[in-house]
């Protein structure tokens, strides 16, 4: 079971990947306009917040990192 830590980090990176995909929505969808600078930054912004959302809710659901050596699936070839 998931410690009150864990949980509150989910919900964390959850809240903050929510507001980055607003903001690329606001751009995307509703016709917000910045400069091509701002664009690259808020796209990577949204990207690394999403990457944080994935990895804190495989380590809630207790599914180990990609490329960790705990996943177990060696290439015996």
Same mark, same amino acid.
């Given at each position: 079971? +998931? ?8 919900r964390? +990176? @959850? !809240? =903050?990947?929510? %507001?980055? /995909?607003? =903001?690329?929505h !606001? /751009?995307l @969808?509703? #016709?917000? %306009?910045?400069?091509?600078?701002? *664009?690259? #930054? /808020? @796209?990577?912004?949204?990207a690394r !917040?999403? +990457?944080?959302y994935?990895?804190e809710?495989?380590r /809630? @659901?207790? *599914?180990?990192?990609?490329? =960790?050596? !705990? &996943?177990?699936? &060696?290439?015996?070839?």
């Amino acid at each position: 079971m +998931a410690t009150e830590e864990q949980k509150q980090t989910y919900r964390d +990176a @959850l !809240a =903050d990947w929510q %507001r980055k /995909l607003d =903001d690329v929505h !606001a /751009l995307l @969808l509703d #016709g917000q %306009r910045m400069p091509p600078d701002r *664009i690259k #930054g /808020l @796209l990577n912004r949204e990207a690394r !917040a999403k +990457a944080k959302y994935d990895s804190e809710r495989r380590r /809630l @659901l207790g *599914i180990p990192e990609e490329g =960790d050596e !705990a &996943a177990g699936e &060696a290439d015996d070839d």
